[in-house]
């Protein structure tokens, strides 16, 4: 998949990484921060793709201050599952897809990463 086909998905810039590697920025931002969602994508071969956070959006809670612990791991779990892509041990969202998915897939992960970011938001009167 070249650049231009995978930005013309949802409309997302692309920008190369490596060969068969895109980073697809979208114009959403996480809740907490503002910093920009985004996914790379991966060409595994058979028409099928990884789309991945590369654990980003967890890393950014957690350097924003959000606290760790079973109760919200469950949480994001549910959410990352509701959205039908994974949570890794390690803080990864991604899923993998046939091409023709891609789309349906991407924004799929865009909803988990969007919904990830409101359920870090700090309660009022608590830390992240």
């Not at 997302?12 to 994508?41: M, N, R, W």
């Not at 079973?70 to 890794?88: F, G, M, P, T």
């Not at 891609?102 to 359920?119: S, V």
Request: aromatic share 8%.
């Amino acid at each position: 998949m070249n650049c231009e086909d995978a930005g013309a998905l949802l409309n997302l810039t692309c920008k190369p990484v490596t060969d068969g590697l895109v980073f697809l920025q979208s114009p959403l931002s996480l809740a907490f921060d503002g910093s920009g969602l985004g996914a790379y994508v991966q060409e595994l071969g058979n028409e099928r793709y990884r789309i991945s956070d590369n654990a980003n959006t967890l890393f950014a809670a957690q350097t924003f201050g959000m606290a760790s612990n079973a109760k919200r791991a469950d949480q994001l779990q549910q959410i990352a599952r509701s959205c039908k892509v994974e949570l890794s041990d390690h803080g990864e969202l991604f899923t993998v897809c046939k091409a023709e998915e891609l789309p349906w897939f991407l924004a799929r992960f865009m909803d988990a990463m969007t919904r990830i970011g409101q359920a870090c938001l700090p309660r009022s009167g608590q830390a992240i």
